[in-house]
């Protein structure tokens, strides 16, 4: 399918620079453009590539004034980034399979109803007791444990594993290999330094529309629930400890690490290979650079980095002056010089 | 069922403090307390929580008094924690499934014999030669690989993968996702920066009443074993590479990675995020904090902290210190312009 | 199969120190040495293991040169560890089973044509469109989805998760739980702070001879391809996020994390648990330390550790100056007490 450069800004309230009648079929990034593609450009990073881009139209904010001659058609809006996605989401519709049926061999316990439009692929385990929500996709390999509950339209991708009474809401995505519900870490020593299980009773409880990276943990709470609130977004290889409870649209970068019972408001940007002490608390906003390191609370609003963190701000202050040891050293030591020599003027 | 406090308080061997008829049917966070649940009270920081919760019962520690009223009724006991798991691990035991029996499809080559007793879920694959211990469960999606030894009453949960020739202790517990067995991560550059692939021949060995956490890693030796010592616990998305040889009874915090060949000793308490170096040696009862990176060998008993890592006062010590770096500039500008002010002063 | 001393040394073009007749029917550490064992030394850590090693047989320099008596056999090579190499390998080729055919039950899509010489165990899911090369190894609970490619020879080990679409080059190694073209982390937030997500429509594209740890994830681009080039190596646990991408020749040790739109050159070694920021270029040749975090660009041949990192000289030196900080404050205390005295001096 080919739409022209001034159907596209139809549809997205636009405004065309250039030749309306161009046409596109495809998308490719600003840098990997060639004719026929659509791209966007929202980073100033990428400025520069506006004027050697092959694609054929390029989305830009409505003040973008090229310096130079620009061969591609523009498509002035708003937000390039979300027409970007708007135009994607459309077209992604269009075109991603959209997998229905029961595939054989699957082991689906007795007793479990299946809503007549679901998924389930090969190999897929319903365990007795769990319910599967209407326009589920449940890919080959999944394991839904007993008495779990999956929500509407919510996709489980190849190899998820969700252990028994877990709860994951409505629209949500589980990419391959996340596994929800696996024993929270809990052991007590005895007066030998053995250590005996506790037993993590409790569950996990994930809301709607919440989407969770590949090979991503979350265990289950020793008692209640570990819960994840309705939006929040959690990338890859993240540990998500037991009893910890995170609010409602967040994005955790991949690699983060959260320790038991710990409590996270709403809104907040985690960076990755970030680690939260447990027992602690985190406000709303908050927004912690990466491989930063969270020894206590938070209050709304922070911006930290570091470990431990700091103000983002005086992150950098510091890091600046750890560079600057050297010369420190150097001054003091030369300070010294100067104090005896001084001390001696005196004395004379 | 319904258990009173005086029943539950004569099994652990507690001393009642109020309503001795008061009934439970459930665990709750003291926190999370409603009518009918049993509490615990160990972490000091949840004091205040004994004011105001609704479970009906509390277990506290024997010399706890409270200062103001409380409408639970207490259990007093030595260590409210190890008396709450004992309970729990008691229900536990009733409430949990306790799946028997080889379910179809799976696959299980010719010639090996499973014990009576096994479970052996749906999809689970275990491979020529592979032996399996009396009691063991095997999950859906698990996979034994070729001559691998599985202890007697291991559980091993969906979808985690054995490779061949390694051997699990009895009483182990592997979650979801966990890989053992992979090949360590071994290459040979050639002059011309090419890598050729040194062969993993080499096996793991993971000794009894170990749990490993979901999404773990524990690659195989390049000869020998990769070792994990009895009793070790390791929380979730860790990895172990080749050839390391961890002790007895030691706890690893999720996400903590350690090379190759690295030796720990017992009893250590390692936090997450940490990062070990290759072929170092680490003692017993070492204790490392979050996010500690440990570039050499520690003693026995250390208590390290920090990237390199230093002992954990002057860890505190020193990040303090950095965040005063500022001042200090500030303080020896100071101190030059004080010199040349009092050296000119002298040559007055 | 027994051998000689005399025998090994031809193969490996040696030179024998000690009794060529001794045979070996094994490899084994140096430190773990038996009768009937070869071993190597290598690293100089290991030198005094030379002296009491039980092995018959140990690969050593050309130039070592015993200081105590020796009772193994000795062959001297140019390189012990590359000798061992090969000769590792072809040990292992003789010994690793070498599964071939399609075990049942598997699920194979209608129209999927597989070479005569695969493998494809059992429980092993492949899409519709997918395409297997020739002697490719497809694992127990692999899941190839749609139109996804396998090159020749690779082998997919149980239980890894390749998406539709993408594409695995030839003699490639995937270990358990890899999960490649997972979608890219990519959401755009509204007024509101609710996050919509981007269509993640690209895919990754994996070049010949790429080794990928266990449980490693590779995320699929938002547009084009996340690119991992010929020859790299990954480790566990790494997170690849969507559009790296990663040159050739490259060793990156376990959970280490690139955000995204990176690009990294080839043939650099980067240290287990390091972060790279997204939207950066790092040069060739670069060496990073573990734990490193990388904010922004590296040019050919940098060696940087720290977190920001820093030249790796720098790092140790600034360390080592941190860890005096206590001192240097002292000082400063002294050196105001002093100038305060020598100013009351001077206005005497």
């Not at 008495?147 to 629209?171: F, M, N, S």
């Not at 602690?280 to 390191?293: C, K, L, P, Y």
């Not at 420190?328 to 003027?345: D, H, R, V």
Request: some cysteine; proline content about 5%.
């Amino acid at each position: 399918m080919n739409f022209t450069a001034d159907q596209i800004s139809h549809l997205v309230n636009g405004t065309v620079v250039g030749d309306g009648s161009v046409t596109v079929n495809t998308f490719a990034k600003i840098e990997e453009g060639h004719a026929g593609a659509l791209s966007f450009l929202a980073n100033p990073k990428y400025t520069h590539c506006i004027y050697s881009t092959k694609s054929s139209i390029v989305l830009v904010r409505r003040d973008f004034e090229p310096e130079y001659p620009v061969s591609a058609t523009l498509i002035k809006v708003d937000d390039p980034y979300q027409t970007l996605t708007g135009l994607l989401t459309m077209v992604n519709d269009m075109m991603s399979p959209k997998p229905v049926g029961i595939e054989q061999p699957s082991y689906i316990a007795p007793g479990v109803e299946l809503p007549e439009d679901v998924y389930v692929g090969a190999f897929a385990y319903i365990a007795a007791g769990a319910v599967i929500g209407r326009g589920a996709k449940i890919y080959p390999h999944t394991y839904v444990g007993a008495d779990a509950v999956i929500g509407e339209d919510t996709v489980i991708y190849p190899g998820a594993k969700i252990y028994h009474r877990c709860r994951i809401g409505a629209r949500c995505i589980l990419h391959a290999g996340v596994v929800i519900g696996a024993d929270g870490f809990g052991f007590a020593p005895d007066a030998n330094g053995v250590y005996t299980k506790i037993p993590q009773m409790g569950i996990v409880e994930i809301a709607d529309d919440v989407e969770i990276g590949a090979n991503t943990t979350v265990d289950r709470a020793t008692m209640g629930s570990t819960r994840i609130g309705q939006g929040t977004k959690l990338d890859n290889l993240i540990m998500v400890a037991h009893n910890v409870e995170i609010g409602e649209h967040n994005v955790f970068a991949s690699q983060t690490g959260i320790a038991g019972s710990t409590k996270i408001g709403s809104h907040c940007q985690i960076g990755g290979q970030s680690g939260f002490a447990g027992h602690i608390h985190v406000g709303d906003h908050v927004m912690v650079g990466a491989q930063s390191g969270i020894p206590g609370n938070l209050p709304d609003d922070s911006k930290v980095m570091g470990y431990p963190c700091v103000p983002v701000k005086e992150f950098y202050r510091n890091s600046a002056y750890v560079r600057r040891l050297g010369e420190l050293f150097a001054k003091i030591n030369k300070l010294e010089g100067g104090i005896a020599a001084g001390c001696s003027g005196n004395e004379k």
